[in-house]
């Protein structure tokens, strides 16, 4: 996050099944490179578990200088600005794109939205496609498989890996059936 030029907090969400030796461990990592990792244990606390947090956040905006710039101008070439965020962000080697993709590339291009910015969506399991390499695995490819448009938020998603976005909503979705009638009582939930 550093490389955006802004300044960065770590929130740790910090769990009962913890062991303090991990968590100074973790905030030991984030200092080495100049980040601030506070403890938040807002699931035990509630908002008083996120105070120290929320004050480190608000302290940092006040008092540290921010000189946001883009990871890749809007300009460059898709495949380009995919490759950035994917060697400089998840760490990839190079970004393999399948036929697919191949050919989006040069249709988009046709349309102009190549100009459009990105979001990738890959596994959450790691910053790379591959859902079994977990963590910060290095020396791998990203494989893009597919990029969707979506023209009226104005961005790509770039699909990687075995990637399932969220299905639409079905014909008759549930919130037809719900009702709240004079009395307060609500009908049609789950």
Not at 54 to 83: C, G, H
Not at 147 to 153: M, S
Request: aromatic share 8%.
């Amino acid at each position: 996050m550093q490389n955006y030029g802004i300044p960065v907090v770590v929130a740790i969400n910090e769990f009962a099944s913890d062991q303090e030796r991990e968590l100074l461990y973790l905030q030991k990592l984030c200092q080495e490179i100049g980040v601030t990792a506070i403890l938040s244990s807002t699931w035990e606390y509630g908002g008083a578990g996120a105070q120290e947090l929320a004050s480190t956040v608000v302290s940092t905006i006040e008092k540290k200088e921010t000189n946001y710039s883009p990871l890749y101008q809007n300009q460059l070439p898709l495949e380009d600005k995919i490759r950035k965020v994917a060697q400089t962000i998840y760490g990839a080697r190079d970004v393999v794109f399948e036929k697919k993709a191949q050919g989006q590339l040069k249709e988009f291009k046709a349309f102009g939205w190549d100009l459009m910015p990105i979001c990738i969506a890959k596994t959450q399991y790691s910053l790379s496609d591959d859902a079994s390499l977990l963590g910060v695995p290095q020396n791998f490819d990203l494989t893009v498989k597919e990029i969707l448009p979506k023209r009226g938020a104005g961005f790509l998603v770039i699909l990687t890996g075995n990637i399932l976005t969220m299905p639409g909503l079905p014909k008759n979705p549930a919130a037809l059936e719900m009702d709240v009638d004079e009395t307060g009582k609500a009908s049609g939930l789950f």
